[in-house]
């Protein structure tokens, strides 16, 4: 997906840091289709301009930015949310990631960061500020090991999945990019992606945060 290609909305309730934001994405050849200021003008516009891509402040007012993230995320999952934040408090990175969020970046980062975090967001890449992820990747281990819910006797048996589907699985749950993925079982980042998408369809999980769970509560990080 090229930068034309990539709608972006930019969500913040500084309007001269989210012009400054909007502009330098469009500067960098994305199409920013919308912007807002507050949590519900972010529901709205971008229910109404369906973004590939929301660059989400998290200190919003009306509705908080996780607030906003659990209501696009839940009702149209394709959509990639990327916090751009003030905050690096870990209960933050963590809440925002349950909430949806592909990836969380601290307003410190450069221009050159961002531009490259929305492109890398746009393909479904996790993209964390540096000494995040090692955070999200442990607390995806501790939800993993928290007991789950007792199964119902008319539950379902757990869909099967293919060889590849299962190896790239495997991949996801031990943190590796989609590139990295690709570049590792010499395939495309394309391919990488429509395994991912099939094992999310299979599984009737919403999100990556979903998978690496679903993951690491099999002990396929481990494999």
């Known amino acids: 997906?090229?930068?034309?290609?990539?709608?972006?909305?930019?969500?913040?309730?500084?309007?001269?840091?989210?012009?400054?934001?909007?502009?330098?994405?469009?500067?960098?050849?994305?199409?920013?289709?919308?912007?807002?200021?507050?949590?519900?003008?972010?529901v709205r516009r971008a229910l109404a301009v369906l973004p590939d891509v929301l660059v989400l402040d998290l200190n919003l007012p009306v509705k908080p930015g996780v607030q906003v993230c659990k209501e696009l995320v839940g009702g149209r999952p394709g959509l990639r949310v990327l916090v751009l934040s003030a905050s690096g408090e870990h209960a933050d990175v963590l809440e925002a990631v349950k909430s949806g969020a592909t990836g969380y970046l601290l307003k410190s980062a450069?221009?050159?960061?961002?531009?490259?975090?929305?492109?890398?967001?746009?393909?479904?890449?996790?993209?964390?500020?540096?000494?995040?992820?090692?955070?999200?990747?442990?607390?995806?281990?501790r939800l993993a090991s928290e007991p789950a819910p007792a199964a119902g006797a008319d539950e379902p048996k757990a869909p099967q999945l293919t060889e590849r589907e299962t190896e790239v699985l495997r991949l996801v749950a031990k943190g590796l990019s989609y590139k990295q993925i690709a570049e590792r079982l010499v395939i495309s980042h394309r391919t990488v992606q429509n395994h991912v998408q099939n094992t999310l369809g299979k599984l009737q999980l919403h999100n990556r945060v979903e998978l690496v769970r679903y993951a690491i509560e099999r002990g396929l990080d481990d494999a």
């Not at 034309?4 to 001269?16: G, K």
């Not at 393909?123 to 964390?128: H, K, L, N």
């Open 110 to 141: 450069s221009t050159e960061e961002l531009i490259d975090a929305v492109r890398r967001t746009a393909v479904g890449d996790p993209v964390f500020t540096p000494g995040l992820a090692g955070l999200v990747l442990g607390e995806y281990r």
């Open 1 to 42: 997906m090229s930068e034309q290609q990539i709608r972006v909305m930019v969500v913040d309730d500084h309007p001269m840091w989210r012009d400054a934001v909007a502009r330098d994405l469009a500067e960098a050849g994305f199409d920013v289709v919308a912007t807002a200021g507050d949590g519900e003008q972010a």
